[in-house]
């Protein structure tokens, strides 16, 4: 762990801080394990685990790096997911209204089993993101490159839903 440094990592003694707050990493066939489990009922239960672990560190990342604007969060984000080895995630759009994600080198493809449980979790990690950044949102995948054997990125929508009064 000594090579890893990340800004706000700390790592001693087997336990591994966040900005103070101990995380640990997820190896992405626990999610394709629970996606066989729940069959046809994970995607939501995916979802939600993505979009509260996004949502948490989203807001303490904010909190601890205090980025100016929209494109600062976004990139801080995006940076950090990055790191923790999903796969690369880049902003194609940033604006108050949507944020288009494209992520390469997608964790999935890894996996064999070609299975969309990652792609619903990351989903809603994005949603986590989203919500905290745009407020309610909703998230599309536009692209898939597990569905799609020609293409090598994954592209997300992030867009802020309509508010009916």
């Given at each position: ?114 299975s969309k449980d990652i792609c619903f ?45």
């Amino acid at each position: 762990m000594k090579d890893f440094r990340m800004r706000g990592i700390e790592s001693k003694d087997g336990i591994v801080k966040l900005f103070g707050e101990r995380i640990v990493f997820v190896p992405p066939n626990i999610i394709s394990l629970l996606g066989q489990i729940y069959g046809e009922g994970s995607k939501p239960l995916l979802k939600y685990l993505g979009k509260k672990m996004g949502r948490r560190l989203i807001e303490n990342w904010e909190e601890h790096v205090r980025p100016n604007n929209l494109e600062e969060l976004t990139t801080l984000f995006l940076d950090m997911i990055s790191a923790t080895g999903w796969g690369l995630f880049t902003a194609e759009e940033i604006s108050e209204e949507r944020v288009i994600i494209n992520l390469k080198n997608n964790v999935s493809q890894e996996e064999g089993s070609f299975s969309k449980d990652i792609c619903f979790f990351l989903s809603g990690l994005l949603t986590g993101f989203g919500d905290f950044s745009l407020y309610n949102v909703k998230v599309e995948e536009l692209d898939c490159s597990i569905v799609d054997p020609d293409s090598d990125v994954c592209r997300f929508l992030i867009e802020k839903r309509e508010v009916e009064l």
